[in-house]
Structure formats: structure tokens, C-alpha cells
């Protein structure tokens, strides 16, 4: 009886814990992302050519994002709060933090991209290998949860049992 309500607590839990599915793929084409750029900014392109073109090599949510910056620079809008208006996702504030600075100081950022890029699948690395580890732990409690009332069913009661009957009759 107590087990549904609390399966279905402990999955409403895990639910928003869970990043948003655009925060995980983000998290996967960023590093990509800033390989092209930097690999289009030492080949001599311009920054807003460099977005450009990674804008549209690259789908999904950072290809849309860098589109509109993409878009936003063609038409001669300041680099530096377009560029900054990317922080507010945080899966890809690095990336914002770094091309604004860039903006500001006027400071090659190709090196600071391939930094970026280095962190982000280190850290996507990180994740997987904590990820791998914590299956052993989740594992436990649903064995658990199946051999404890077999262990009890089958080690406890009949030995309680004869025990009880050993002890009511003389």
C-alpha cells in the first residue's frame, strides 16, 4: 500500500532533478561548437563569420542560439550584449562569457575556446564515470526491496513459527 505513493514521490523527485533535455544536448554539442569557431577564427575568419558558420553546422539548441547571434551581428547589433544575452542559459554561459570578453577587450579568444572545449568534455567525462559508479548504489534498493520480504517470509516467520508452537504446546 505504501509502496506506490512513495515510488511515485521518489520519481516526481527524480524527474526535476533530471537537467532539461535541451541543457543535456547543449552540454554535448558545446564543445564542438567551439572547436569550429576556433578552428574558423585562426583560419583568419571574423568572429561573426565564425558563428555564422557553426550556427550552421550544428543543430539543435546551441546551433539556434548561435543563429540568432549570428543574425543579431550581421545586422551591426553590439557584440557585447548580444553575446552576454547567451548567459542566461547556463549551459552555455561559458561560451557567452568568453565571446563577450572578447568583445569588450578585443583579445584573441581562440586559445579561451579551446580551453572551453577541453573543460566541457572533461567535464561531460566527469559525468559519466559518476554516473557509471552510481548505478552499483541504485541498484541496491530495488534488490533489496525484493529479497528482504522473501528473506523474512522464508528465514523468519517459520522459525517464529516453531518457536511459537514449541512454547503454546507443552
Not at 563569420?49 to 547571434?69: C, F, K, M, Q
Not at 569588450?104 to 554516473?131: F, H, I, K, M, Y
Amino acid at each position: 500500500m505504501l509502496i506506490a505513493p512513495a515510488t511515485a514521490l521518489y520519481l516526481h523527485r527524480k524527474e526535476r532533478q533530471q537537467p532539461h533535455p535541451d541543457h543535456r544536448r547543449i552540454a554535448t554539442d558545446l564543445p564542438f561548437a567551439a572547436d569550429l569557431m576556433t578552428a574558423c577564427l585562426r583560419a583568419g575568419r571574423p568572429v561573426s563569420a565564425a558563428t555564422e558558420i557553426t550556427a550552421n553546422a550544428i543543430a539543435g539548441p546551441v546551433g539556434e542560439r548561435l543563429t540568432w547571434v549570428s543574425t543579431q551581428l550581421r545586422l551591426g547589433a553590439d557584440p557585447d550584449p548580444t553575446w552576454a544575452s547567451l548567459a542566461k542559459d547556463p549551459a552555455m554561459g561559458q561560451l557567452s562569457r568568453a565571446m563577450s570578453r572578447a568583445a569588450q577587450s578585443g583579445a584573441p579568444v581562440a586559445d579561451v575556446l579551446t580551453r572551453l572545449a577541453d573543460d566541457a568534455r572533461d567535464a561531460a567525462r566527469a559525468e559519466s564515470v559518476a554516473a557509471a559508479r552510481s548505478v552499483g548504489v541504485k541498484a541496491v534498493a530495488p534488490l533489496g526491496l525484493c529479497f528482504l520480504p522473501a528473506f523474512v517470509l522464508l528465514g523468519i516467520i517459520p522459525v517464529v513459527a516453531g518457536l511459537a508452537s514449541a512454547i503454546v504446546i507443552p
